[in-house]
T-cell receptor, first 111, second 114 residues
Framework: NAGVMQNPRHLVRRRGQEARLRCSPM?????VYWYRQLPEEGLKFMVY????????ESGMPKERFSAEFPKEGPSILRIQQVVRGDSAAYFC?????????FGPGTRLTVL | AQTVTQSQPEMSVQEAETVTLSCTYD???????LFWYKQPPSRQMILVIR??????QNATENRFSVNFQKAAKSFSLKISDSQLGDAAMYFC???????????FGKGTKLTVNP
C-alpha cells in the first residue's frame, strides 16, 4: 500500500506565477488535509477536504489560495500570483479515521 | 484556542541513552487526542505515537513511550536506547475530538551523539 504521494517535491516559481501542488492520498482514504510549514515552525492547518467537498478551510488564506479534491484524481492546492511569503513546505495528509498519514511534502520556493 | 508548547528547541542524547522531550498543551475540552510526529531530514512526517485523552494508560510503541499527565496538561515523549536514526525534529500535536485539525507545537530538534 503506497503512502501519501505528493508532487512535485520541489517547486520554484517567480513572483506572480501560479503554483499547483498535487496530493494522492493512501488507497482507501477519502479525507485529505493540507498543512503549511514555514521555516522554524510547526505545521499549520490549511484545509480539510473529502471527495468533491471542502469541509473546513478555516486555515486557508482567503485570497489567492484554493483547494479541490475531485471525484477522480489527486487533490490540488493552487496558489495564484505567488509572493515570497508563500515560500514554505506544504504537506498533505490523508486519514481513514483518527490518525493522519503525511506525504513527503512539496517545498515551494518563490524567487 | 488550543495551543501546544514545546519548551525545548533543541535536545541532545548519547547513543543508547534515554531522552525525554516535553510538551504541554492548553485546552478546555475533555475529548481529545495527542500525538508525537517525527520529521527526519527527509522532511517526511512520521507518526511516532498517539494517546487518547480518555485512556489513563500511557501509550507505548517499542522504544517510544509517553508520560501523559492529564491534570497538568503534559504529554512528554521518552525515547529509550536512543539510536542514530532517531535524530530528527519531533513535533507534539493535539486534536480535539470531533475535529479534524491537528495543532502542532514548534518542534524539538533531537541530536543523537555516537
Amino acid at each position: 500500500n503506497a503512502g501519501v504521494m505528493q508532487n512535485p517535491r520541489h517547486l520554484v516559481r517567480r513572483r506572480g506565477q501560479e503554483a499547483r501542488l498535487r496530493c494522492s492520498p493512501m488507497k482507501g482514504h477519502s479525507h485529505v488535509y493540507w498543512y503549511r510549514q514555514l521555516p522554524e515552525e510547526g505545521l499549520k492547518f490549511m484545509v480539510y477536504l473529502q471527495k468533491e467537498n471542502i469541509i473546513d478551510e478555516s486555515g486557508m488564506p482567503k485570497e489567492r489560495f484554493s483547494a479541490e479534491f475531485p471525484k477522480e484524481g489527486p487533490s490540488i492546492l493552487r496558489i495564484q500570483q505567488v509572493v515570497r511569503g508563500d515560500s514554505a513546505a506544504y504537506f498533505c495528509a490523508s486519514s481513514p479515521g483518527t490518525s493522519k498519514f503525511f506525504g513527503p511534502g512539496t517545498r515551494l520556493t518563490v524567487l | 484556542a488550543q495551543t501546544v508548547t514545546q519548551s525545548q528547541p533543541e535536545m541532545s542524547v548519547q547513543e543508547a541513552e534515554t531522552v525525554t522531550l516535553s510538551c504541554t498543551y492548553d485546552t478546555s475540552e475533555s475529548d481529545y487526542y495527542l500525538f508525537w510526529y517525527k520529521q527526519p531530514p527527509s522532511r517526511q512526517m512520521i507518526l511516532v505515537i498517539r494517546q487518547e485523552a480518555y485512556k489513563q494508560q500511557n501509550a507505548t510503541e517499542n522504544r517510544f513511550s509517553v508520560n501523559f499527565q492529564k491534570a497538568a496538561k503534559s504529554f512528554s515523549l521518552k525515547i529509550s536506547d536512543s539510536q542514530l536514526g532517531d535524530a530528527a525534529m519531533y513535533f507534539c500535536a493535539y486534536r480535539r475530538g470531533g475535529s479534524e485539525k491537528l495543532v502542532f507545537g514548534k518542534g524539538t530538534k533531537l541530536t543523537v551523539n555516537p
